[in-house]
């Protein structure tokens, strides 16, 4: 994979803002970096409310689909909610679930199987739903693309109302403009169409349904009387779903975080100790990687449903034992998903290296993994992946995801008719196609595509070149102030040049992590901790060979010079607190 480091360039006053918000030049620089500018931003940045969000009947059909649902529930109508089965999905089914549940509904739940449904609402929920009674329906984070579904809930005479976020969908006129299709639902509340007038539009499913119940009660006359009401939850969703921490996701999710150490949720509380994550302070990455994972394990190899059981729990024996039994799924989830990546690797080495764009068919991949699988196979050649496994009846199954500059969701619209269902974003896309049709797509895909060398490289954004001396406790404390990390508000990331390796210790059962120290040209040293030490060592063999290598593992004088990307942190151990850095990546200095 090709990589370009290049430092950011933005100019201000760094100086005097920090003076103005009592932080380091450096971190205001690293807030200039995120493009936050102006006073009002820069305050809302550092110290945001839930005060300061955005009113949710600024959402186009928000207001007729609350008065809609008001009269249903004042006419004891039976309501049910159908949802997506990932992490957004189950929490925004317990938001619309308990909100409307306290607003008096008559409400149950359905989540599609990830196997044996697919993606979103379909027929046998309609079908069901109808058998059941049930006169309205509502979505949450799926429906905007659901036009059978929603036809034949209206042909049964039901009430619809669609909450989403993702991407209209559209067809191209005769002239080769976009043609948005809305579905015939009585309500159709989504950010990403055209005409809605809603100020953020990368908020998650959760978010939409969270609005959703604050405009009902406001319109019903149901107090709010707890302000953090379903916080902990929006702020997974938003972490999981991979939105934008700017705007008030930064502010849902920066609360989200404050609280729930001290959450009342029994089943999430219950996850969270199962996880050893009690006692700390948890970060997005705990929400991501750790907590999100279990969620999102429930609807791959099981139900969905398993996780939204936990979070409506009210039995703490119960809960542990649903949370115990969840973290394990996820644990064989990522051994599932390790297996399926290094096939996918062996497929891409023999068959499509070459490729711009990977086409991958891994026989016997589990169905739900293919989008992870998709995401490591794109980050290890940095090119858009599309990873195909068995469906039935010689149908395959798959999941891509992108780089920056290939709009996934609009280059598989262009080949639309090879598939037999596609849907998704820019970013990542879900699909089924014909077997014997799988060589025509990826003969098509990479013949369409227009992505440059410079597309095909992956940009190191460094925020400050700054040397390691200048790193202090205060320094880092205050770079803290700067949690969520995310997409759109990366972890500050800094670098130097010209590095000496002293040693390498290796650490862990396996030799697995290592401990490098990095001398400066001024003869300042500190204490770099690798996780992916193998990797480290890949590089350096490559850059300097064997014999070098071997000198640095043993703390010899050796010839290696190289440049660090990292991120500063403190290490806590026996009672003393030191200094240290987590490399990000490197390169052979010049």
């Keep these: 994979m090709r990589e370009k480091w290049t430092v950011f360039a933005k100019r201000a006053d760094f100086n005097e803002i920090g003076k103005k918000y009592g932080i380091d030049p450096v971190v205001a620089r690293v807030i200039r970096n995120r493009d936050i500018v102006g006073d009002e931003e820069i305050e809302k940045y550092l110290h945001g409310k839930l005060s300061d969000v955005h009113e949710p009947s600024l959402m186009k059909d928000m207001d007729g689909g609350c008065r809609i649902m008001a009269e249903k529930i004042r006419a004891g109508k039976k309501i049910r909610i159908v949802s997506d089965y990932d992490v957004d999905g189950i929490m925004s089914n317990y938001i619309l679930y308990k909100g409307l549940l306290e ?119 149901i107090e709010w009387a707890d302000e953090d009401k379903y916080i902990e939850m929006l702020g997974l969703a938003t972490v999981c779903d991979i939105m934008s921490l700017k705007d008030e996701n930064r502010i849902y999710v920066k609360r989200a975080l404050e609280i729930i150490k001290d959450t009342k949720n029994i089943g999430l509380k219950a996850l969270i100790k199962v996880n050893g994550l009690v006692g700390r302070k948890l970060n997005a990455f705990d929400f991501g ?59 891409v080495e023999e068959q499509c290296k070459n490729d711009t764009i990977l086409v991958v068919y891994v026989p016997n991949l589990h169905e739900s993994l293919a989008g992870i699988v998709a995401g490591r196979i794109k980050e290890k050649y940095y090119r858009p992946t599309l990873v195909f496994t068995d469906g039935e009846g010689g149908i395959l199954k798959g999941s891509g995801r992108s780089i920056d500059g290939y709009n996934m969701f609009e280059e598989l619209n262009n080949v639309r008719d090879l598939f037999l269902k596609v849907g998704g974003h820019e970013m990542a896309a879900g699909f089924s196609i014909e077997k014997d049709k799988l060589e025509e797509l990826r003969k098509k895909l990479n013949e369409n595509q227009r992505l440059t060398e410079d597309d095909l490289t992956y940009k190191v954004r460094i925020d400050v070149a700054m040397p390691f001396s200048y790193i202090t406790e205060k320094l880092i404390n205050e770079l803290d102030l700067l949690e969520p990390f995310g997409k759109d508000n990366p972890k500050a990331l800094f670098a130097q040049g010209g590095l000496s390796v002293v040693k390498l210790k290796f650490m862990g059962k396996d030799n697995q992590f290592g401990r490098i120290t990095l001398q400066d040209k001024d003869g300042f040293r500190i204490e770099a901790v690798d996780f992916r030490i193998n990797s480290f060592l890949e590089s350096i063999k490559m850059w300097f060979g064997e014999q070098e290598c071997d000198k640095m593992v043993k703390g010899q004088p050796n010839n290696i010079r190289i440049n660090v990307a990292y991120h500063p942190e403190l290490n806590y151990f026996n009672g003393k607190t030191t200094i240290q850095i987590r490399p990000e990546r490197y390169q052979k200095a010049d």
């Design 289 to 347: 990687f750790v907590l999100g994972p279990c969620f999102n394990a429930t609807g791959r190899l099981e139900s969905a449903k398993v996780g939204l059981s936990l979070l409506l729990s009210e039995d703490e024996e119960f809960a542990v034992s649903e949370a115990e039994k969840i973290k394990e799924i996820n644990i064989e989830r990522k051994n599932m998903t390790e297996e399926g990546t290094k096939k996918a690797i062996e497929i």
């Design 103 to 221: 607003a008096g509904a008559d409400v149950s739940y359905e989540i599609p199987d990830r196997l044996t449904d697919g993606y979103g609402i379909n027929r046998r929920i309609i079908d069901e739903a109808n058998a059941d009674g049930i006169d309205t329906i509502i979505t949450c984070d799926n429906g905007i693309a659901a036009f059978d579904a929603i036809e034949a809930a209206k042909a049964y005479g039901m009430t619809v109302i669609v909450t989403d976020h993702h991407e209209v969908p559209f067809e191209f006129d005769e002239d080769g403009n976009k043609k948005y299709k809305i579905v015939p639902a009585d309500a159709v509340i989504d950010i990403k169409q055209e005409d809605c007038n809603y100020p953020f539009k990368d908020i998650c499913g959760a978010g939409v349904a969270y609005k959703f119940i604050r405009n009902l009660y406001k319109l019903m006359e």
